[in-house]
């Protein structure tokens, strides 16, 4: 049986491994491994070319994680905190996201992810949360996951794949929604109020975490990408 190719967006940046120190397209391996274990076919996508031209060649996508948004793209100046802005990444990841949704590709947006598919749509974004919500739960010390309980709305689809019980999931994420795109639906929350899913009704499917469900040993949202992208 062939496996549903699932592209995964990745980042670009300096780093050392064995004897070689350079400029790298790298993802960490979990995306690879939780694609694998759902069912599909994990190919990692560098943000080079017309990244939105292989949209027809795939089965679903998933917009990985990485660093902030330039807030031009959202009408807005850098905050002081925003930062690791890739503008070429922006780029090559909004026209993917935007062509992924006309096809109605199978979409899942995970951290950034989420953030790319609501500026795509016109949302905006809290530059640096804890203005927002007054702490910094949501990516409590560099490079160390924070688990923080999230309430899903019952009914959405969602739900239906995670359940309808409050989830304690891994966060890392000093940015979230502000202004919700046209069309998404909130379908997740923090306790704090930040929005930590969204879902676009009508479509296939294309869902998105605020969280980071590759570091979860639940699958479930992988599975149900690899599902629909079958």
């Known amino acids: 049986m062939t496996r549903p190719l699932i592209g995964i967006t990745c980042y670009v940046e300096p780093a050392r491994f064995t004897v070689w120190d350079m400029t790298t397209a790298l993802l960490p391996y979990m995306y690879v491994e939780q694609v694998a274990r759902a069912g599909g076919q994990p190919v990692i996508l560098p943000p080079a070319g017309d990244l939105a031209s292989v949209v027809g060649r795939l089965d679903g996508v998933i917009l990985a994680g990485g660093g902030d948004i330039d807030p031009s793209l959202y009408a807005e100046t850098p905050h002081e905190r925003t930062g690791f802005v890739r503008p070429f990444r922006d780029s090559a990841e909004f026209a993917l996201a935007d062509a992924a949704l006309k096809a109605g590709l ?30 910094s739960g949501h990516a409590p010390a560099p490079g160390e996951f924070g688990h923080m309980p999230v309430g899903v709305t019952p009914g959405s689809r969602m739900a239906e794949i995670v359940g309808g019980d409050p989830l304690t999931v891994p966060h890392y994420h000093h940015q979230a929604i502000r202004r919700l795109g046209d069309g998404l639906l909130a379908t997740a929350h923090a306790a704090d109020g930040t929005i930590e899913a969204v879902e676009l009704p009508g479509h296939r499917f294309a869902l998105a975490t605020q969280w980071h469900p590759e570091a979860a040993e639940d699958g479930a949202l992988f599975r149900a990408l690899v599902g629909a992208a079958g």
């Open 106 to 135: 199978p979409f899942l947006g995970i951290c950034r992810g989420l953030q790319v598919l609501n500026v795509t749509l016109g949302g905006s974004l809290h530059q640096h949360l804890p203005d927002a919500v007054g702490h």
